[in-house]
């Protein structure tokens, strides 16, 4: 475990091992800021990594991330993402993880997505996240057997979207100034409130 005392840090994290990265007091205390705007700011490519209580910001050109996971079985919980053109994203065949209790929101017009699973991300459990200011909330594509509940997804294009993904949980959502949009996807449970 790596705990991160109270402080500003100008880094992109390159995680290639399993390890638990914490901050010490919470995201309102920790802030991490990509020293390269066009690198995601945690970038996770072991197993078993768990990222908790940090705001991440800045990672702002086309198709980089505030954290990207390539990898199974990891945490990410307690975050603040903000201006980031991905928030998470989670990234071919990156299965069984828990994204829970973030908070993602972008005010930038290029954004593209809070949340996002591509190429056969599956089994993999997103709850409690509040979603904000993006085109998509959380965008699902190729991606199955995800549970989705929870989470509170407002001020988006679409809330949430899914293309060519199967068998998805999806429950208990609020959708606030946006929906659910499904195009080629099919035998998903969606009850949202």
Not at 115 to 125: E, K, P, Q, R, V
Not at 144 to 149: E, L, T, V
Request: overall charge negative; aromatic content about 8%; proline content about 1%.
């Amino acid at each position: 475990t790596i705990v991160v005392r109270d402080g500003t840090y100008l880094e992109n994290v390159d995680v290639n091992k399993r390890l638990t990265i914490r901050s010490e007091n919470g995201f309102a205390s920790t802030i991490i800021q990509a020293a390269k705007s066009y690198d995601p700011v945690f970038e996770i490519t072991a197993d078993y990594v768990t990222i908790c209580g940090f705001t991440v910001e800045g990672a702002d050109i086309w198709r980089y991330d505030g954290i990207k996971l390539k990898a199974d079985h990891c945490s990410v919980l307690n975050n603040k993402i903000l201006n980031t053109n991905y928030g998470i994203d989670l990234y071919r065949a990156s299965n069984s993880n828990t994204i829970s209790d973030n908070t993602i929101s972008s005010n930038m017009p290029s954004s593209h997505c809070g949340i996002h699973l591509a190429c056969s991300c599956n089994n993999n459990i997103i709850s409690r996240n509040t979603i904000s200011n993006s085109d998509k909330g959380i965008y699902l594509a190729c991606s199955n057997d995800n549970i989705i509940s929870g989470n509170t997804i407002s001020n988006n294009d679409d809330g949430i979207y899914l293309c060519g993904s199967r068998n998805n949980d999806i429950r208990d959502n609020i959708f606030v100034n946006d929906g659910l949009f499904v195009r080629s996807s099919y035998d998903n449970t969606v009850e949202s409130n």
